[in-house]
């Protein structure tokens, strides 16, 4: 299905051309219907497959035929993070940019000047008011925001959110808004949580489900079975080619972010760290020099794992596996994204493999484990149900067979 058989008000079909938007992926052509004919949803499909755009389109049509009350926030999205609503917010202002919609974005992490600014914006009556639940909650405690007149009441990411302990704040922001409105949740997951939460809040929804904890298939993943010592060595082998290519690490902790990206600094690599030790005025210059190619790797923690919308990114390194099977999913879809092929490689210690093994289950197959170059030494054997296994080359992908049949030497395809 294409975006011009909407029959969008000419100001965002213009957008949307502008945008070079034409077709539309599966959460759009399914939820965009619906949301125009003014039902509840719950939207559940995997990282970048286009949600932001399957309720901001709908509700910006309808914003911008008018009859809603001037002055006044009509529609209050809920992100679990900064990032995303930095993210969400710009993507309204493309959407809207040839209608006369107005948004303001509040999130945490500023100085009282940007919190003076917010209050601002809303109190001159915001069309969208983009939040995170905590900033939110510090406005409304102020009497500085009136969602009474609140038509449109949007979760995206809600699984995070509540991941994050927010839901006592959701309720809360719930408590201020009109018994009738029309309430959207978008979700990558559909926990017992989430369904509990659109009981409370929603009113006889849509449910839309696509392709649930499944990475995208354009994603080529692979494995190597290592050991602690031995993953930056590997990492290094990676970009034996000098190719310019665009690639996050993935880690567990700030800590472990912090270490790795003086490690290869030190080997001469073009690396920048996200991670919640960072002020959010480094946070945005990070963000910003990575997507202008000023920084090519980018090491993080989870906090770029969902949300963050980066189309040409060439490879996803899990340098620790993921505690939960859920983050793995959402890591690796950083990459393939808006149709473009993409590589995940993730590195299993002993102590890691039960949680890979998990993943597997997860994903229903098999990831590929690339042999270790001989140079490295020792790779353990890949036994995940006996935890800790020490010594040997395992028959998968700890041996030197293989390789070639799969296109791989050293972590790289052979062209």
Avoid at 100 to 105: I, K, L, M, R
Avoid at 182 to 203: G, H, R, V, Y
């Amino acid at each position: 299905m294409f975006f011009d058989e909407f029959d969008f008000e000419p100001g965002i079909q213009d957008a949307v051309d502008a945008m070079n938007f034409k077709e539309c992926t599966p959460i759009q052509e399914q939820a965009i219907p619906v949301i125009m004919e003014g039902r509840d949803i719950i939207g559940v499909a995997q990282t970048g497959t286009g949600k932001t755009a399957a309720y901001l389109l709908p509700v910006l049509n309808s914003l911008t035929r008018g009859g809603y009350p001037e002055n006044a926030v009509n529609c209050v999205i809920m992100s679990p993070t900064r990032e995303l609503a930095q993210q969400i917010d710009q993507q309204v202002e493309g959407f809207s940019y040839f209608a006369s919609v107005s948004s303001v974005a509040v999130y945490g992490g500023n100085d009282g000047i940007r919190f003076e600014q917010e209050k601002r914006g809303m109190a001159m009556g915001a069309d969208i008011l983009i939040a995170t639940p905590g900033r939110l909650i510090s406005h409304l405690s102020l009497g500085n925001c009136d969602l009474s007149k609140v038509s449109f009441f949007i979760l995206d990411e809600a699984d995070r959110m509540l991941d994050m302990g927010f839901h006592d704040d959701i309720m809360q922001i719930v408590a201020r808004l009109p018994k009738k409105r029309q309430t959207l949740l978008f979700s990558a997951t559909m926990p017992d949580e989430i369904q509990k939460l659109a009981n409370q809040i929603l009113n006889n929804p849509v449910e839309i489900k696509l392709a649930v904890s499944k990475p995208a298939e354009k994603i080529l993943q692979a494995a190597y079975v290592c050991y602690e010592t031995q993953k930056v060595p590997v990492i290094q082998s990676l970009f034996e080619d000098k190719k310019e290519r665009r690639v996050i690490i993935f880690a567990s902790s700030k800590l472990k972010v912090k270490e790795i990206t003086k490690t290869l600094k030190r080997l001469g690599m073009n690396v920048g760290e996200m991670h919640s030790d960072l002020e959010q005025v480094q946070r945005d210059e990070i963000m910003y020099q990575f997507r202008s190619g000023k920084i090519s790797v980018l090491v993080a923690t989870d906090i770029v794992s969902r949300g963050i919308d980066i189309d040409d990114i060439d490879l996803v390194i899990n340098f620790d596996v993921p505690h939960d099977a859920e983050d793995y999913v959402h890591r690796i879809g950083r990459t393939a994204r808006a149709g473009s092929d993409g590589c995940a490689i993730t590195f299993i210690s002993p102590d890691e493999q039960t949680q890979f093994a998990s993943i597997e289950s997860l994903i229903e197959r098999e990831v590929y484990k690339i042999p270790l170059p001989e140079e490295f030494g020792d790779a353990p054997e890949y036994n995940p149900r006996r935890r800790n296994g020490r010594g040997g080359r395992s028959s998968n992908g700890g041996g030197r067979h293989g390789a070639k049949s799969n296109g791989f030497r050293g972590g790289r395809r052979n062209r």
